[in-house]
């Protein structure tokens, strides 16, 4: 019954909308609202910024890389995560973020309060 998307085709936006990421502003904050997986109704605020980031959020799911992206694995849970092209440049810029995989960043926005 799930309908296959095939994100190789889609740019990373085409992509993140077909998960249904949506770009918000939330308290006049820039930023995206992600869907929690297995959590309908809920989603998650993450904050557009360009200062340096915790860490960044890569996709585990095969089917959800987009054209460009590469392969990596998450640092906390070490499973293998897909990083898009613009996150590959985020990277370059911040090579000592950690990588991380969304099931690793839900535990970790669980695990602590969110700030502000
Ligand atoms: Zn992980």
Redesign the pocket.
């Known amino acids: 019954m799930k309908k296959q998307v095939n994100f190789k085709k889609m740019t990373e936006g085409q992509a993140l909308y077909s998960l249904g990421v949506r770009a918000i502003e939330k308290n006049g904050k820039k930023g995206i609202n992600l869907p929690i997986p297995g959590k309908p109704g809920e989603s998650l605020f993450i904050e557009a910024s360009d200062e340096k980031p915790g860490a960044i959020v890569a996709s585990?799911r095969k089917q959800d890389r987009v054209k460009g992206s590469k392969k990596t694995r998450?640092?906390?849970?070490?499973?293998a995560?897909w990083i898009s092209p613009s996150t590959q440049g985020m990277l370059k810029r911040y090579p000592d973020v950690p990588v991380?995989?969304?099931?690793?960043?839900m535990?970790w926005e669980q695990k602590s309060p969110p700030a502000g």
């Open positions: 585990d998450c640092s906390d849970c070490g499973c995560v991380i995989c969304i099931a690793c960043m535990k």
